[in-house]
């Protein structure tokens, strides 16, 4: 089953997601199964290594998410963190930018399926989206992140908001040396799953 999947990978916090997201979730595994092996939407080598990186990784994050508003998904790939998340909190709105056509179509294709209203994609390279949008939360993984890209998210959060940033450790160790004046406080690297990725918080002046 699903559920014993994610808790294999994730822990205990999977108990208290709902059989409907767990649906879904399971869905959206088939969906990225199925494209993955057409497109090489991903790169994963088993089952197991997508559980994690893909899901219990994405899923570990909700804990700094807000239960409303607006996030901004750079970069969506195959569409990790920003699926499972809209999943898992449906009161929140996303916007899920990426510019590679072939996984643009994915993202739409997997909206469609999974009947997720409250998520929008754009294929777009973000640096180019126009105008300024107004964003509650940002979260990127697996993109390069420059200190002109660190810049536009911090314009486009408001106030309180706050960047989640997935990476290696390293990379987020640099990364915290990047963001500049624009940022007030920033948490991390912080683990999310044991042998996974880290997480970088990062809130905006106001």
Not at 19 to 30: H, K, Q, Y
Not at 69 to 82: E, N, T, W, Y
Not at 93 to 108: G, I
Not at 117 to 131: D, I, N
Request: some cysteine; hydrophobic content about 50%; proline content about 5%.
């Amino acid at each position: 089953m699903f559920r014993a999947r994610l808790e294999r990978a994730w822990g205990p916090e999977a108990k208290e997601l709902s059989e409907e997201v767990i649906a879904r979730l399971e869905t959206l595994d088939e969906l990225v199964s199925r494209w993955g092996q057409a497109v090489r939407l991903v790169g994963f080598k088993t089952p197991r290594e997508r559980d994690r990186r893909y899901f219990a990784e994405a899923l570990a994050v909700l804990r700094w998410l807000p239960n409303a508003g607006h996030a901004l998904d750079i970069g969506s790939g195959g569409g990790s963190p920003a699926l499972p998340l809209a999943i898992a909190r449906p009161a929140v709105k996303w916007t899920l930018v990426e510019a590679n056509e072939r996984k643009a179509l994915f993202l739409e294709e997997a909206v469609r399926a999974l009947s997720l209203r409250h998520v929008t994609v754009l294929h777009a390279r973000y640096e180019a989206v126009e105008p300024p949008l107004r964003f509650d939360v940002v979260t990127v993984r697996g993109v390069a992140v420059g200190r002109a890209t660190l810049e536009k998210v911090a314009r486009e959060l408001g106030p309180g908001g706050r960047l989640l940033w997935m990476s290696s450790e390293a990379v987020l160790t640099a990364g915290r040396d990047a963001l500049g004046r624009a940022w007030a406080h920033c948490a991390g690297p912080i683990p999310l799953v044991r042998d996974g990725a880290f997480l970088l918080v990062a809130g905006v002046r106001s």
